[in-house]
C-alpha cells in the first residue's frame, strides 16, 4: 500500500523552491513576424515596428524596447507618435484607433495602452465614409487630422478621441474653393496624403488620388493653393520651408509643384519618370530634402519598369548626381528618413535611410561616400537562412570571446563605421554578468555565432561551410556586382537570402568546447566537420575519411541522397574557425546526434544507421557500430522519402477511421432485439471504462514497442564520461550512445596519455548494453559522480572552472527516455530509481537539460537539476539523483511542434525556442539568472539633435537591458490559427512524427500569436554573479 501514499508536505522545501525556481518569459530575440507598420520620432529617436498580429514593438538605443499587444489581435495598418510626446496613435485594419503611451512608474518607463476609438459616420453612410487611409497628428498635440476613403477629413481631440464634427473637411467643402474648369473631372475619391505645411501649421497639404492636392487654411477654411495633376496621386511632401510640394504618382513620375502667392501656374515646375521611358510601375511614397550643400536627396520606393524589374522590391536614392537603387529581397513594408530633428533649422541634412521589410530592417549610411549599410545592434534577421538547429554555450571565457569578435569584426568592414542613429531612450540596466554564445545552424551551411548575454541577441561571427564542397554555384561569386553602366543602378542590401544552393549543406547537429577552441558541426548528408580557431586566414586542404555505418550488410541500399563531393586540394579559409577533418558518413543520412570531447580529442556522430568514433588529433577511424534493425527500411529511403510515407501512413490511419465509423452504423441490428444487443454491449463498455479510471489516478500502463517499429537504430544522443564502466576499482574513459528503439550502448576507451598520444591508438571495446522494456527513444544520457553531481565539462576542471568530480563514492547512471527516467548503479548497471513520466502525466520528454539553480537569497547555494520540455510544451524541474518533480510550468503550446523541436536550454536555468521563423522566446526558471530591463524615455529629456558621427567604432556596441515582464504558468494563452513553420528541424525526427500527424487533426499552431494584452515593462535586474 506504501505506493497509493503521498509524500508528505514539507514547508522549508516549499520555501527554498520559491527560492530556487521562477518561470518568466524575458524577451524576444530576432525580427517581429510579419511586421505590417513603420513609425519613427524623432524627438524621442524611437522606432516603433506593428505586426499583422497586433503587436506594437518599440525600439531605442540597445536595450530599451517595449511590446504592447492590442486586444483584438488585428494587424497594425500605421503608427503614428505624437509631436515631441511620449505617446503614440495606431490604426488597426478593423479601423480602430489606439492611444498609446510611455510612462514613468517607479523610476522605470512603461507602455500602456490608454484608450481605443472606431469614427462613425453619419446613420446610413457606406463604410467608405469613414475608412481611414491616412492620419496626421497635428503639431498641437492636441488634434489628429484623419483622411478617409470618401474623401473628407475628420478631425478628432486628443485625448478622448472627440469627433470635432464642425471641424470636418468634406469634399464639397473643398470644390466649393476650386476654379470652374477644376470641378468638371472627378478629383476626389480617397485622401492618398495629409502633410502638415512645416512652418505653418494653420495649413494643412490635402491628396487626393485622382491627383488633386490643396494646400487648405484651417482658420480660414478655404482652399489657399490647388494643384491637378494628370496622374493618380500616389504620395505627397513639403520641402522644408513649404516652398515646394513634391508629388508621386502612379505611372512612376514624380513633380515638384511651387507654392506661393503669385504662382498660380497649374503645370508643375518639374516631371520627371527616373526610370523610363518605357511603362513603370507606380512610386508609393517620396521625400525631396535639403542639405547644406545645396543639392537635395530624393529618395523614393518603386517606380522600376514594369516590364524587366516590376517584380523588384526597390528603394531610389538620388543625390549630386550618383543614384542607387536598393534593392531589397523581400517587400518593402515602408521607410523613413532620419533628418534634422530641429524644426527650426534651415536645411534636412539627412543622415540614415531605414527601411522595413517583410523579412529584415536595413539602415543606410547617408553621410558616407557609397552609402553603406549601418550594423544592426538588435532586430537581427534570424532566419536570414531558415535555423536547422541552436547550440547554446555559457560562460564563455574572456580570451575566447575576444578572438570571435575579432574574426567577427573582419566580416564586417564593409558596413559603416556610423553609431547607431536610433538611440532615444536609457538603458539603466547592469551589464550581464557573464558571456554566453547562441550558435545558430541554418539551411545554407552557415552557422552564425550571436551574443545571447543580455537582451539585444547580436551578430559576432559567421562561418559557412560551403567552402569545403563542390556545388553548383561559385561561393566567389557576386551577385549583387553590376557594371557601372547598368540601368538601372541595382544595389542588394540587406542579409535576407533564403534560398540554398544545396539542401544538403544545412546543419543539423553543432558543438562547441569553449575552453580549447575546437568546434565540430555535422549536416544533412552525414557530413562532420571538425574545425578550430585560428586567428589569421590560411589556405590548407582538409582530410577526409569516410564512416561505413553499415559494415557491408548485405540487403541494404540507400535510397536517399547522394554524398556531397568534398573540394580537392587546398581551400583557401578567412580567419576564424576552420575546418581540418571532414568524416562522411555512409550512408550519407541526416546526422543526428554529435558529441565532441576536446580533452580526449575523439568526436562521435550518430544517424539513423549507427554510430561512430573519430580520432582528429590522429585523423584515423576509431570504430564504427551498426545500430539498423533488419526491419528498418526507413531508414534507408531518407527525409524526403519519409516525407511521402508520413503523408501516407496519415492518408490510410484517417480511411481506417472513416470506415471503422461507417462500418460501425451499418453492423448495429435493428430492430428491438437489435437494441437489446446494442445497449447491452454499450453497457460493458461503460462499466469496463469505469474500471479503467479506477485505476488512472494511480498509474497508465506504459506498453512497449515492438522492436520491430520504425527507426530503432536511430542514434539521438551521444555522450562522453570518465566513470566506472568495467569494475568499481578503475575508471576509464567512455562512449554511451542511445538509440529510437530503447539501446543504450555503452564503451569503454582506452585514450594514450598526452605524451604518447601520437604514437599509440586509441582502442575502444564495447562493454554494456541496456535494453529499455518499454523500448522508448533514448534523449538523455547523464553520469554522477560520487556526490550526486554531474561530471564536469572536457577542459573544466583543468581551467578551475569547477571542482574535480567525486572518484571515490559510486557513480550512477541516468537514462532519460521519451517515457521514464531511470537511474542506474555503476559499474553493475542495476536499475535504482525510475521516474514514469508518460504513465502519470500522459507526456512524452522532447529536450532535456541539466541547469543549475541558484538561491536568490543565499549567494554560495544551489542545486543542479534537470529541465525537462514535454510534447505538451510543459516545462518541469525534476530533482536528481532522487527524481523527484519540482516545478512545472505551461510554456509552449503543444501544437507548436516546431517550437518544442527547437527549444534549447542553457546551463543556468534559461532557455529559448522558436515562436516564429524570425524570432526567439527566451525565458528563465530560476530566481538568479532572470534578465529583465530597466529602461527610461522622458519626453522632458529629449536627445539633443546632433546627428550620429562617424567615429572611428566598429560599429554598434554591446549594451544590455530591456526584457517584458510576462509571467506564463497557465494555458490560458492563445494562438491565433496559422501555419506551422515551413523549415524542417531535422531533429529529434521520429519523436515528432506523430506530433504532426495529432498538429494535422487540431488547429495548427501559429507564429503570429502573441499573449493577452502582454505590455513590456522595465524591471529589476537581479543577476547573480558567474559561477
Known amino acids: 500500500m506504501r505506493r497509493f501514499l503521498r509524500t508528505g508536505h514539507d514547508p522549508a522545501r516549499e520555501r527554498l523552491k520559491r527560492d530556487l525556481f521562477q518561470f518568466n518569459k524575458t524577451v524576444e530575440h530576432g525580427f517581429p513576424h510579419q511586421p505590417s507598420a513603420l513609425g519613427y520620432s524623432p524627438s524621442l529617436r524611437i522606432l516603433a515596428i506593428g505586426t499583422r498580429s497586433g503587436a506594437v514593438k518599440l525600439y531605442g538605443a540597445p536595450g530599451v524596447e517595449f511590446m504592447g499587444l492590442h486586444r483584438e489581435n488585428n494587424a497594425v495598418m500605421q503608427i503614428h507618435f505624437l509631436p515631441g510626446q511620449c505617446e503614440l496613435v495606431t490604426l488597426l485594419d478593423d479601423n480602430s484607433l489606439h492611444l498609446w503611451s510611455l510612462k514613468v512608474k517607479g523610476g522605470v518607463s512603461e507602455l500602456q495602452e490608454e484608450e481605443s476609438f472606431i469614427l462613425r459616420g453619419p446613420p446610413g453612410a457606406a463604410p467608405s465614409a469613414t475608412q481611414i487611409t491616412e492620419i496626421l497628428p497635428h503639431s498641437s498635440r492636441e488634434l489628429l487630422y484623419l483622411g478617409t476613403e470618401s474623401g473628407s477629413v475628420f478631425v478628432v481631440q486628443l485625448p478622448g478621441f472627440r469627433t470635432l464634427d464642425d471641424r470636418t473637411i468634406s469634399s464639397d467643402s473643398v470644390l466649393q474653393w476650386l476654379p470652374e474648369e477644376a470641378r468638371h473631372r472627378r478629383v476626389f475619391e480617397m485622401v492618398e496624403a495629409l502633410q502638415e505645411h512645416p512652418r505653418d501649421p494653420n495649413q494643412i497639404l490635402i491628396g487626393y488620388s485622382r491627383g488633386l492636392v490643396v494646400v487648405w487654411d484651417l482658420q480660414g477654411s478655404r482652399v489657399l493653393y490647388h494643384f491637378l495633376s494628370s496622374q493618380q496621386l500616389e504620395n505627397a511632401s513639403w520641402q522644408r520651408d513649404g516652398s515646394l510640394i513634391v508629388t508621386c504618382h502612379s505611372d512612376g513620375s514624380h513633380c515638384q509643384w511651387s507654392v506661393c502667392s503669385d504662382s498660380r501656374s497649374p503645370e508643375p515646375l518639374r516631371s520627371s519618370i527616373p526610370y523610363g521611358p518605357f511603362p513603370c510601375k507606380a512610386i508609393t511614397k517620396i521625400f525631396w530634402l535639403t542639405t547644406r550643400q545645396g543639392l537635395p536627396f530624393t529618395i523614393f520606393q518603386g517606380g522600376m519598369p514594369r516590364a524587366s524589374y516590376g517584380d523588384r522590391h526597390c528603394i531610389s536614392v538620388v543625390h549630386n548626381g550618383q543614384q542607387t537603387a536598393f534593392d531589397f529581397t523581400s517587400r518593402v513594408i515602408d521607410f523613413t528618413v532620419l533628418s534634422e530633428a530641429d524644426p527650426a533649422a534651415a536645411f534636412d541634412d539627412p543622415y540614415a535611410l531605414v527601411v522595413l521589410a517583410e523579412e529584415e530592417l536595413v539602415v543606410i549610411d547617408l553621410q558616407t561616400a557609397g552609402w553603406p549599410q549601418v ?161 589569421e586566414a590560411a589556405e590548407h586542404a582538409v582530410e577526409q575519411a569516410e564512416a561505413d555505418l553499415l559494415q557491408d550488410q548485405e540487403g541494404y541500399r540507400w535510397k536517399g541522397h547522394e554524398r556531397l563531393a568534398a573540394r580537392p586540394g587546398p581551400v583557401c579559409f578567412e580567419a576564424g574557425f576552420q575546418p581540418f577533418v571532414l568524416v562522411q558518413c555512409q550512408p550519407p543520412a541526416v546526422v543526428t546526434s554529435l558529441a565532441l570531447h576536446s580533452e580526449w580529442r575523439l568526436v562521435a556522430f550518430g544517424t539513423s544507421h549507427g554510430f561512430g568514433l573519430f580520432d582528429h588529433q590522429q585523423r584515423r577511424q576509431v570504430f564504427v557500430k551498426c545500430t539498423l534493425h533488419p526491419s528498418d527500411q526507413l531508414a534507408l529511403e531518407g527525409p524526403l522519402s519519409r516525407v511521402k510515407s508520413l503523408k501516407k501512413s496519415l492518408r490510410q490511419s484517417f480511411r481506417r477511421m472513416r470506415r471503422s465509423r461507417v462500418s460501425g452504423h451499418k453492423r448495429r441490428p435493428g430492430g428491438p432485439m437489435g437494441e437489446a444487443q446494442a445497449q447491452a454491449v454499450s453497457t460493458k463498455a461503460e462499466r469496463t471504462g469505469l474500471q479503467n479510471m479506477e485505476l488512472a489516478p494511480v498509474q497508465r500502463k506504459i506498453e512497449a514497442r515492438s522492436a520491430e517499429d520504425s527507426f530503432t537504430g536511430f542514434v539521438r544522443t551521444l555522450y562522453f564520461a570518465d566513470t566506472y564502466l568495467r569494475d568499481s576499482s578503475r575508471h576509464c574513459p567512455s562512449l554511451w550512445a542511445g538509440t529510437n528503439g530503447g539501446t543504450v550502448y555503452a564503451f569503454s576507451l582506452r585514450v594514450p596519455p598526452a605524451e604518447r598520444r601520437m604514437d599509440e591508438l586509441v582502442r575502444a571495446e564495447q562493454a554494456k548494453e541496456i535494453q529499455l522494456m518499454h523500448r522508448a527513444p533514448v534523449v538523455g544520457i547523464l553520469v554522477l559522480d560520487g556526490h550526486s553531481v554531474p561530471l564536469p565539462e572536457p577542459l573544466e576542471v583543468a581551467h578551475d572552472l569547477s571542482k574535480s568530480p567525486d572518484m571515490q563514492g559510486s557513480h550512477q547512471l541516468l537514462v532519460v527516455s521519451e517515457e521514464q527516467f531511470k537511474v542506474f548503479t555503476l559499474p553493475k548497471v542495476s536499475a535504482k530509481l525510475k521516474l514514469k513520466l508518460t504513465a502519470l502525466e500522459g507526456s512524452r520528454v522532447r529536450r532535456v537539460g541539466v541547469a543549475h539553480f541558484g538561491s536568490c537569497r543565499a549567494e554560495d547555494y544551489g542545486e543542479h537539476h534537470l529541465a525537462v520540455l514535454t510534447n505538451l510544451g510543459d516545462i518541469q524541474v525534476v530533482s536528481m539523483p532522487l527524481l523527484k518533480p519540482q516545478v512545472r510550468y505551461s510554456c509552449i503550446r503543444r501544437e507548436d511542434v516546431s517550437g518544442i523541436a527547437s527549444c534549447v536550454f542553457t546551463r543556468y536555468g534559461q532557455g529559448f525556442y522558436l515562436i516564429s521563423p524570425s524570432e526567439f522566446e527566451r525565458f528563465s526558471l530560476s530566481t538568479k539568472w532572470l534578465v529583465e530591463p530597466r529602461c527610461l524615455v522622458d519626453s522632458t529629456k529629449t536627445k539633443n539633435y546632433n546627428r550620429p558621427s562617424n567615429g572611428n567604432g566598429t560599429g554598434p556596441k554591446r549594451t544590455s537591458g530591456q526584457v517584458r515582464n510576462s509571467r506564463s504558468q497557465s494555458d490560458s494563452e492563445e494562438k491565433k490559427p496559422g501555419p506551422v513553420m515551413e523549415h524542417a528541424l531535422l531533429n529529434d525526427e521520429s519523436g515528432v512524427l506523430k506530433e504532426i500527424q495529432s498538429t494535422l487533426e487540431g488547429d495548427r499552431g501559429s507564429y503570429s500569436h502573441r499573449r493577452s494584452h502582454r505590455v513590456a515593462v522595465g524591471c529589476s535586474l537581479g543577476n547573480g554573479e558567474a559561477e
Open 375 to 535: 550594423q544592426l545592434p538588435y532586430l537581427a534577421s534570424l532566419h536570414c537562412s531558415a535555423i536547422t538547429c541552436s547550440h547554446h554555450v555559457s560562460n564563455i571565457p574572456l580570451k575566447l570571446w575576444e578572438r570571435v569578435i575579432a574574426a567577427g569584426s573582419r566580416q564586417n568592414l564593409h558596413f559603416s563605421t556610423m553609431e547607431w542613429p536610433i538611440d532615444g531612450g536609457t538603458s539603466l540596466a547592469p551589464p550581464p554578468p557573464q558571456r554566453d554564445l547562441l550558435l545558430t545552424g541554418h539551411e545554407d551551411g552557415t552557422v552564425r555565432f550571436w551574443d545571447a548575454s543580455g537582451v539585444c541577441l547580436r551578430l559576432l561571427y559567421k562561418l559557412s561551410t560551403v567552402k569545403v564542397f563542390l556545388t553548383d554555384t561559385d561561393p566567389n561569386e557576386n551577385l549583387s556586382a553590376q557594371g557601372e553602366d547598368e540601368w538601372p543602378p541595382l544595389r542588394k542590401v540587406g542579409s535576407f537570402d533564403p534560398y540554398s544552393d544545396d539542401p544538403r549543406l544545412g546543419i543539423q547537429k553543432i558543438f562547441l568546447c569553449k575552453y580549447s577552441g575546437y568546434l565540430a558541426v555535422a549536416g544533412t548528408a552525414g557530413q562532420v566537420l571538425v574545425l578550430e580557431l585560428n586567428d
